[in-house]
Nanobody, 128 residues
Framework: QVQLVESGGGLVQAGGSLRLSCAAS????????MGWFRQAPGKEREFVAA????????DYADSVKGRFTVSRVNSKNTVYVQMNSLKPEDTAVYYC?????????????????????WGQGTQVTVSS
């Protein structure tokens, strides 16, 4: 198993930046492909960004492409998402998730059902 803890959320003005972190503990971090999802009030959870176990593959939702950057430092067991040019519509609870490569299932990186472990989420609020 792996435990995931997000941090870095907060209140920021439109146009500002935040960097979210997700620290993993438990099994070897390179066992996991990682994803970021978000859920706004009254909406379903949606894909934001993903990063493969090596960092060699990244993917972004169209709504954040060019503004968000996902990365990971395996030696620190941490995945990040740098969020720039934030908009009020980015307001949501942000979750990181881990896909276990050792469990045998394929990684469809935008499909939340493919992720095996989830953090508790961190709130991001962007004021206009």
């Amino acid at each position: 198993q792996v435990q995931l803890v997000e941090s870095g959320g907060g209140l920021v003005q439109a146009g500002g930046s935040l960097r979210l972190s997700c620290a993993a503990s438990g099994r070897t971090f390179t066992r996991y492909n990682m994803g970021w999802f978000r859920q706004a009030p009254g909406k379903e959870r949606e894909f934001v960004a993903a990063c493969s176990w090596s960092g060699g593959i990244t993917d972004y939702a169209d709504s954040v492409k060019g503004r968000f950057t996902v990365s990971r430092v395996n030696s620190k067991n941490t995945v990040y998402v740098q969020m720039n040019s934030l908009k009020p519509e980015d307001t949501a609870v942000y979750y990181c998730a881990a896909h276990d490569r050792g469990a045998g299932g394929s990684w469809y990186r935008r499909d939340e059902s493919r992720y095996d472990y989830w953090g508790q989420g961190t709130q991001v609020t962007v004021s206009s």
